[in-house]
Nanobody, 114 residues
């Protein structure tokens, strides 16, 4: 499935952003979707994931600050990012795993000024 991420930008430390990941078709049946963070050093790791049933999981580094959600009617997954820190700087990618087939969206850049 083709994914399109958006919503990145420049924000001050402590601020918020909401990322969106939109698909051209229904995401209701996708087994799991996730947001990955790629640091300026090009290290990529998952920060939040959500199952088809809406069950979220988070990396320890973002627990209590980030919230993943999805709206099946809008074919869109979200990442609400609050209390942003300089270590959150990087490119955020959305990912989908549908019956073993993986899809990646183009990333969206998040910059946090201290």
């Amino acid at each position: 499935v083709q994914l399109q991420a958006s919503g990145g930008g420049l924000v001050q430390a402590g601020g918020s952003l909401r990322l969106s990941c939109t698909a051209p078709r229904s995401i209701a049946s996708i087994d799991s979707m996730a947001w990955y963070h790629q640091s300026p050093e090009n290290h990529r790791e998952p920060v939040a994931a959500i199952t088809s049933g809406g069950l979220p999981t988070y990396a320890n580094s973002v627990k209590g600050r980030f919230t993943i959600s999805k709206d099946n009617a809008k074919n869109t997954m979200y990442l609400q990012m609050d209390n942003l820190k300089p270590e959150d700087i990087g490119v955020y990618f959305c990912h989908a795993n549908e019956r073993g087939r993986e899809s990646w969206g183009r990333g969206t850049l998040v910059t946090v000024s201290s």
